[in-house]
């Protein structure tokens, strides 16, 4: 008998069979609702395997306060994507990008760390300002899961 892949020697207990038994008939009448181990699954609620609605689910569903810093979380990592977005583009090492602000390339690095949450919009300005380009706003409904419980 070979039970979570190590193979049982010698007298296996008649109601370890009679289990092996069960499971395999109840995997081979509904593969997609067993569980290994676990029996059937419940009917209740359908089962992900979606890391992020898990999270979702386990940590943020019905909790404003972890939904807000989640949001604000995603802010934080959005910046500092376009900010190394802005400079790699126009192949520009953070060095060249701080020389040409008047920082060092320390400043450049912390604010392309998205745990990062010091981003001051007169950063943001003298970054743009140098790249010909400029700083836009906006303010957009926040991210709503419509499976969200």
Known sequence: MVSHGIVKEGRVPPKAIDWARERKRQFETDPTTYVCGGGLVSTKRKTTTDAVEIIH??????RP??????????????????????????CLS?????????????????????????????????????????????????RRKASAA
């Open 57 to 62: 689910r386990r940590f943020f569903a019905g």
């Open 94 to 142: 953070q060095a060249a990008l701080a020389k040409l602000i008047g920082t060092t390339a320390s400043v450049i690095c912390r604010l392309e760390d998205a745990d990062y949450e010091g981003h001051s919009l007169s950063m943001l300005h003298h970054i743009a300002a140098a790249l010909n380009k400029r700083v836009e706003i906006r303010f957009v409904p926040l």
């Open 65 to 90: 306060a972890m939904l807000a810093r989640l949001e604000e979380e995603r802010a934080n990592a959005e910046v500092a994507r376009k900010i190394y977005a802005l400079h790699t583009t126009v």
